[in-house]
């Protein structure tokens, strides 16, 4: 079953599926068609699912190392009786997600990228207003999972029941002048409401927050759970994966690279300079001059800035976070399908450094962070452990920040 779940997400070009299961490269945009569909398996439009596997692409909705995942995934067992695949094919929708946040600019995008898994039976659309409208219109699109709709603090807790992920982009998006700590006092009580809720209602859930500033925001969260009694370091993550995915895209461009084989580590939190890509780290290695690799640790670092000033007030990056978080989302249902090889970056409680939390490339399995992966860190060019040094004061200062608000606040009953 764990190999279903890397078929999920049309977007991009096309994968057909039939008996032979051939490797999938690294990072891709993926589209997927199944084919030969039978009577024991679901069928719908774009994805009609098969029990068998041959895929033809380059291109994955996943990252580097869960692309190579995906290819054992994928794979043929060797059967001398029948030709069963290593990984249960059969996508049954078992997993139920939550937005909370899913009527903005985020919210509607990545609701409606998640409700493309086969891997999802209930998706739960969690706002203030305006939602009733964005579920009913996921509603008619011809994919397994039931949406739901829930609006304003009476509706949270049956939001919240017995969901598997919740993914936080709730908050108010950043404008131009803005940085992501200015968004601190907004954000942060409208974290805090919505972990204690988390806590109350399906504590064991993984908890994906990308409500900014994340580098407060995560540990925000953290010393929430704590007080409820609840707090598991392994299921709750600060979703950076667009910094990755940005990373990716501008080395591709610079190099003149297959964009689908590159994969660039991105370390440290968040936020300005405390984003650190390591691009030492790339994958395919590939050489940069000092300049290059200033000019792409800035402009990795200040993407989101570009955008804000781009949209010219009308918004921050809804449409790219949202692919990001999908991206993690999926990861994370494919972890909790099975799937032995799934990883990402994150910002999550780590020893990796002298920082309680930080950004890393990290294993998931079905409880969550099942390693932290320290090789990123070792033998990093003397631009990478001077930024390195530098982004700490930064990141420590934002995480004491979010631990202090929580720690003053009072806790719902």
Same mark, same amino acid.
Do not use: W
């Given at each position: 079953?764990?190999?279903? =779940?890397?078929? &999920?997400?049309?977007?991009?070009?096309?994968?057909?599926?039939?008996?032979?299961?051939?490797?999938?490269?690294?990072?891709?945009?993926?589209?997927?068609?199944?084919?030969?569909?039978?009577? =024991?398996?679901? =069928?719908?439009?774009?994805?009609?699912?098969?029990?068998?596997?041959?895929?033809? &692409?380059?291109?994955?909705?996943?990252?580097?190392?869960?692309?190579?995942?995906?290819?054992?995934?994928?794979?043929?067992?060797?059967?001398?009786?029948?030709?069963?695949?290593?990984?249960?094919? @059969?996508?049954?929708? /078992?997993?139920?997600?939550?937005?909370?946040?899913?009527?903005?600019?985020?919210?509607?995008?990545?609701?409606?990228?998640?409700?493309?898994?086969?891997?999802?039976?209930? /998706?739960?659309?969690?706002?203030?207003?305006?939602?009733?409208?964005?579920?009913?219109?996921?509603?008619?699109?011809?994919?397994?999972?039931?949406?739901?709709?829930?609006?304003?603090?009476?509706?949270?807790?049956?939001?919240?029941?017995?969901?598997?992920?919740?993914?936080?982009?709730?908050?108010?998006?950043?404008?131009?002048?803005?940085?992501?700590?200015?968004?601190?006092?907004?954000?942060? @009580?409208?974290? %805090?409401?919505? !972990?204690?809720?988390?806590?109350?209602?399906?504590?064991?859930?993984?908890?994906?927050? #990308?409500?900014?500033?994340?580098?407060?925001?995560?540990?925000?969260?953290?010393? !929430?759970?704590?007080?409820?009694? !609840?707090?598991?370091?392994?299921?709750?993550?600060?979703?950076?994966?667009?910094?990755?995915?940005?990373?990716?895209?501008?080395?591709?461009?610079?190099? @003149?690279? @297959?964009? #689908?084989?590159?994969? !660039?580590?991105?370390?440290?939190?968040?936020?300005?300079?405390?984003?650190?890509?390591?691009? =030492?780290?790339?994958?395919?290695?590939?050489?940069?001059? $000092?300049?290059?690799?200033?000019?792409?640790?800035?402009?990795?670092?200040?993407?989101?800035?570009?955008?804000?000033?781009?949209?010219?007030?009308?918004?921050?990056?809804?449409?790219? %976070?949202?692919?990001?978080?999908?991206?993690?989302?999926?990861?994370?249902?494919?972890?909790?399908?099975?799937?032995?090889?799934?990883?990402?970056?994150?910002?999550?409680?780590?020893?990796?450094? $002298?920082?309680?939390?930080?950004?890393?490339?990290?294993?998931?399995?079905?409880?969550?962070?099942?390693? /932290?992966?320290?090789?990123?860190?070792?033998?990093?060019?003397?631009?990478?452990?001077?930024? /390195?040094?530098?982004?700490?004061?930064?990141?420590?200062?934002? #995480?004491?920040?979010? #631990?202090?608000?929580?720690?003053?606040?009072? %806790?719902?009953?």
């Amino acid at each position: 079953m764990a190999a279903t =779940s890397a078929c &999920t997400f049309s977007i991009g070009s096309t994968i057909s599926f039939g008996a032979k299961a051939s490797p999938l490269p690294q990072t891709k945009p993926l589209a997927v068609r199944f084919n030969s569909s039978q009577s =024991s398996m679901a =069928s719908f439009s774009g994805l009609k699912v098969a029990t068998s596997l041959n895929c033809e &692409t380059d291109s994955s909705f996943l990252g580097n190392d869960s692309s190579a995942a995906l290819r054992g995934s994928l794979a043929l067992e060797a059967q001398k009786s029948s030709r069963r695949l290593k990984y249960h094919l @059969n996508p049954q929708a /078992l997993y139920k997600v939550a937005v909370l946040g899913a009527a903005g600019g985020i919210g509607q995008p990545l609701a409606l990228l998640v409700k493309m898994s086969p891997l999802v039976s209930s /998706l739960h659309l969690y706002d203030i207003a305006n939602v009733k409208g964005v579920a009913a219109d996921l509603s008619h699109c011809n994919t397994p999972s039931q949406v739901l709709d829930f609006t304003g603090a009476s509706e949270l807790a049956n939001c919240l029941k017995g969901v598997n992920v919740v993914v936080i982009p709730a908050g108010v998006p950043r404008k131009p002048g803005m940085t992501r700590d200015d968004l601190f006092s907004i954000n942060a @009580n409208i974290v %805090m409401t919505l !972990v204690e809720a988390v806590a109350d209602y399906c504590p064991d859930a993984f908890i994906h927050i #990308i409500s900014n500033p994340v580098n407060s925001t995560v540990p925000i969260a953290a010393e !929430v759970l704590k007080q409820k009694g !609840v707090y598991d370091p392994k299921k709750l993550f600060g979703v950076t994966t667009l910094d990755v995915v940005r990373a990716n895209t501008f080395v591709a461009q610079k190099k @003149n690279l @297959n964009l #689908i084989d590159v994969d !660039v580590p991105v370390v440290g939190g968040h936020a300005g300079i405390t984003i650190l890509p390591l691009l =030492s780290k790339t994958k395919p290695s590939v050489s940069f001059t $000092d300049e290059e690799v200033q000019e792409l640790t800035v402009r990795i670092q200040n993407a989101g800035t570009e955008v804000v000033e781009a949209k010219a007030g009308a918004g921050s990056a809804t449409l790219s %976070m949202a692919y990001a978080a999908a991206r993690f989302v999926e990861s994370s249902l494919r972890a909790l399908d099975g799937d032995g090889d799934v990883y990402e970056c994150s910002f999550v409680q780590s020893d990796l450094t $002298d920082l309680p939390f930080f950004a890393s490339r990290v294993k998931l399995g079905r409880k969550g962070v099942e390693a /932290l992966i320290p090789s990123d860190l070792l033998g990093l060019t003397e631009y990478e452990q001077k930024a /390195l040094e530098a982004l700490k004061p930064e990141l420590k200062a934002s #995480i004491e920040k979010g #631990i202090a608000f929580a720690q003053k606040q009072p %806790m719902a009953a």
